[in-house]
């Protein structure tokens, strides 16, 4: 870290809510240590997950001292350190990780990570859809691709007008497969529709399972990608095949459900748990390729719900946790 320099930077140094704990102000400007890049930020993506830490979530997050929230982000290569190669210098790049295991992340205008983590982002790209690529576009590649070709395959996504729902539709829905969507309203079905949903039912009708069943003639599903896996899970078994995958990445409503184990054993069911932090480094940079290559040829849908200045990070922190959010929220740094 710098002793001369400062920037502008939100943290936190409590947990709590976010008007109470969240500080904007002057903070230590860091620099590219080895295999780094330092990164003048642009924009800064908030994700639920980004939330739940400020709130609690990892108690010990606080122990190295302040915090700077937030994983993803975008913004332009300013300086490298040693073993990176110069010519990365004026780089646009889009952010992942950066608030992982350590305290530094993209609230603020400078983040110094490893290069890595700050793939290139395309000229035809904004740094707004760059703050929403880390944790909604690659949670959902994993998601989608993490158990094989979907091809042929019949996928049920669940809250396929979410952050990472509707990414899901669309990497699927490109790579061949049918996909039957959840949403509770008009517009998100409207959303999964464009998104590539062939089918969309109501994930809070009380005959959910039913209604898949029955959009689908009978046919069970293969694989099921879902948003809230205590609270579906009885529907997800009704509909899904012998040797099928749940792949899930929340379970809010029941954060500890309890498992009907025989009943899934004797599916023969796979269920994976993704996080962006715990990929294996291949799968991140299969998302990071597939990211790229999707970004290059304008194939994506992407959807900023809010942007905010990152004085006002804690309304942002606030409209996240409303849970009316479906689309990305975004802090301008500049």
């Known amino acids: 870290m710098s002793d001369n320099e400062s920037m502008k930077a939100a943290w936190f140094e409590s947990f709590g809510t976010a008007k109470d704990v969240l500080n904007v102000g002057e903070f230590e400007k860091p620099r590219a240590g080895p ?16 939330v739940k830490k400020r709130a609690g979530s990892f108690p010990d997050l606080l122990d190295a001292g302040p915090v700077i929230p937030n994983s993803d982000g975008a ?24 608030q992982f295991a350590r305290q530094l992340g993209t609230a603020a ?4 990570i490893d290069h890595s ?3 290139r982002l395309p000229d035809n790209t904004s740094f707004e859809v760059g703050a929403c690529l880390g944790i909604p576009a690659m949670t959902a590649h994993r998601c989608v691709f993490s158990d094989g070709d979907v091809t042929g395959r019949q996928l049920l996504i669940t809250g396929g007008a979410g952050r990472v729902g509707n990414y899901a539709i669309q990497w699927a829905s490109r790579a061949g497969a049918s996909v039957i969507a959840t949403a509770s309203n008009e517009a998100d079905v409207k959303t999964c529709r464009q998104a590539g949903a062939s089918i969309v039912v ?9 209604e898949v069943l029955d959009a689908t003639d009978g046919m069970l599903v293969d694989r099921v990608i879902d948003v809230e896996f205590g609270a579906n899970l009885a529907a ?32 023969d069911l796979t269920v994976r748990f993704v996080i962006v932090y715990a990929m294996p480094e291949s799968a991140k940079q299969f998302a990071i390729a597939d990211i790229e290559k999707a970004l290059q040829r304008d194939e994506l849908i992407h959807r900023v719900a809010d942007k905010f200045l990152l004085n006002d990070i804690a309304v942002a922190n606030e409209s996240i946790e409303s849970g009316s959010i479906h689309g990305c929220v975004v802090l301008t740094i500049v």
């Open 75 to 98: 913004g332009i290569v300013e300086a490298v350190g040693e073993g990176v190669d110069a010519a990365r210098i004026g780089e646009r790049v889009w952010i992942y990780q950066a």
């Open 202 to 210: 109501n994930h809070r009708s009380e005959h959910f399972a039913a």
């Open 109 to 112: 205008e400078y983040v110094a």
């Open 117 to 119: 983590r700050a793939p």
């Open 236 to 267: 997800m078994l009704e509909v899904i095949k012998v040797g099928g995958t749940i792949s899930t990445y929340s379970s809010t409503v029941l954060p500890e459900p309890k498992l009907p184990f025989f009943r899934m054993m004797y599916k």
């Open 35 to 50: 295999g780094e890049v330092l990164v003048r930020l642009q924009t800064s993506g908030v994700n639920p997950s980004d």
